[in-house]
């Protein structure tokens, strides 16, 4: 395989501080503001100057209840906004917190449909949700964000691969795949050689759905759906920009960070804020960041991910439409949290700073390997000891190894002393099971 060092559309920016405002002169972007004009006149209709979020009978609805949409509604509950939750258990971290909750499977057209009908505006916390169901909703009038095309082609990562190379967007090179066998065949043919990166088009988050495959025998357990195979890109560094853009195309980033893996879980340990790059690298990422979003026409938060190549390219890697894992540091380090922001630009009010009060490093508490069952959180009183230490507990009843429990922030001036903290932090807590 070969490596697409694709050249960036022309574009021209100017900046203030975090404030990247994007001026778009390629072909391309002028379709993409074209359809942003669109999406004001909509924004006019649904969101016009007296529509009051705070304090009245508006009703925010939130597909999944998990940990990104426990942390969200700390944020609704700051503006009392009201909001109605669905999510497939009747445990989720997030039903303590919303002011109406609804057990149900988000992949199910008339179980997510009848809940639009119950809310004033709908948001998501996962990706996996009936896009069926999103869309008629929206064709009804209701405001869904992000929009359901926009999430469509954000779910089959085939689709977002293929979406990235229209827009010439940099990203390691791919083939799609629409069965596993035809990915075998490919390889015994010679038509792709390893090492390769093999990722589940669908239903693939926090590690699960990538695999590295270094031989005919890393397949072993994989499923048979639709797959991609992705070239390994020897890389630095993986790092992310969270975009905030709202529906009437105000746009924010927030400061690039460095994310530390797992080696065998390909999970997220550490995210470091800021990412201990150059300036002209970490400006380059920004820029690169906000292209994409506006190429999506998004609106909420992007994630967006990316690798830091061995010869300083950036190309994407892939990109998540809602809160992220590498905004969790915002809370505490951040004038406006990520989940703050999510929640000004869908509802078109003015973005929040998204510069940092100090360095921010964030811990991810997984669960521990060998434990499966109700959980037990060790040591926490230790680390609380510590100074800018700020645990957050997701309130899932079960731990599993890997699975995301909890997180960490550590706040300091100092980046390096946050990274020796951050290790203390790791070697201390324990997410484990009687
Ligand atoms: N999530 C969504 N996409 C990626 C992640 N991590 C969060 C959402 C979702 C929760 O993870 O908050 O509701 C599901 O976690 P689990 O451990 O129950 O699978």
Same mark, same amino acid.
């Given at each position: 395989m070969t490596t697409r060092y694709n050249k960036l559309s022309a574009f021209s920016y100017y900046r203030k501080k975090s404030e990247i405002k994007f001026a778009a002169t390629s072909r391309k972007s002028k379709i993409v503001n074209r359809k942003s004009t669109l999406l004001l006149i909509f924004a006019s209709q649904h969101?016009?100057?007296?529509?009051?979020?705070?304090?009245?009978?508006f009703k925010l609805g939130i597909l999944g209840g998990g940990q990104l949409g426990k942390m969200l509604l700390s944020e609704t509950r700051k503006f009392d906004i009201q909001t109605y939750v669905l999510d497939?258990?009747?445990?989720?971290?997030g039903r303590i917190a919303c002011n109406y909750f609804e057990q149900g499977d988000l992949m199910d057209f008339e179980t997510v449909y009848r809940f639009g009908k119950k809310v004033n505006l709908l948001t998501i916390?996962?990706?996996?949700?009936n896009l069926d169901a999103l869309q008629k909703l929206e064709d009804e009038g209701l405001p869904v964000y992000p929009s359901p095309s926009t999430l469509k082609m954000i779910q089959n990562k085939g689709e977002q691969k293929d979406f990235y190379v229209h827009q010439s967007i940099p990203t390691a090179s791919h083939e799609r795949f629409t069965h596993i066998e035809a990915l075998k065949t490919a390889i015994k043919n010679e038509v792709l050689e390893f090492p390769l990166i093999w990722k589940s #088009? &669908?239903?693939?988050y926090d590690g699960k759905g990538v695999k590295v495959l270094?031989?005919?025998?890393?397949?072993?357990?994989?499923?048979?759906g639709e797959c991609i195979a992705e070239e390994m890109i020897p890389f630095k560094m993986e790092l992310a920009v969270i975009v905030a853009r709202n529906v009437s195309g105000e746009i924010k980033t927030y400061p690039v960070v460095e994310m530390e893996f797992h080696p065998e879980a390909n999970q997220v340990e550490y995210v470091i804020?800021? #990412? &201990?790059?150059p300036e002209n690298i970490a400006q380059k990422a920004r820029e690169i960041a906000l292209q994409v979003s506006q190429a999506f026409n998004h609106v909420g938060l992007l994630a967006v991910e990316m690798f830091l190549t061995n010869d300083d390219e950036i190309l994407i890697n892939e990109v998540a439409p809602r809160p992220h894992n590498s905004g969790h540091?915002?809370?505490?380090?951040?004038?406006?949290s990520q989940f703050e922001n999510h929640i000004r630009a869908i509802l078109n009010l003015p973005l929040g700073n998204t510069d940092s009060k100090a360095a921010g490093i964030m811990v991810n508490l997984v669960g521990e390997e060998g434990f499966s069952g109700p959980v037990i959180y060790q040591n926490i009183e230790n680390i609380l000891a510590i100074n800018g230490v700020t645990p957050h507990i997701y309130g899932k009843k079960e731990t599993r190894?890997?699975?995301?429990?909890g997180h960490v922030t550590i706040v300091n001036e100092d980046l390096s002393k946050a990274r020796k903290i951050a290790e203390e932090v790791k070697n201390t807590i324990r997410v484990i099971s009687n």
């Open positions: 969101n016009n100057t007296n529509m009051n979020y705070f304090s009245s009978d497939p258990s009747a445990e989720a971290p916390e996962i990706e996996n949700v #088009a &669908r239903f693939g270094r031989s005919m025998d890393d397949f072993t357990g994989l499923p048979q804020c800021p #990412a &201990r790059i540091y915002s809370i505490e380090a951040s004038y406006t190894p890997f699975r995301k429990m």
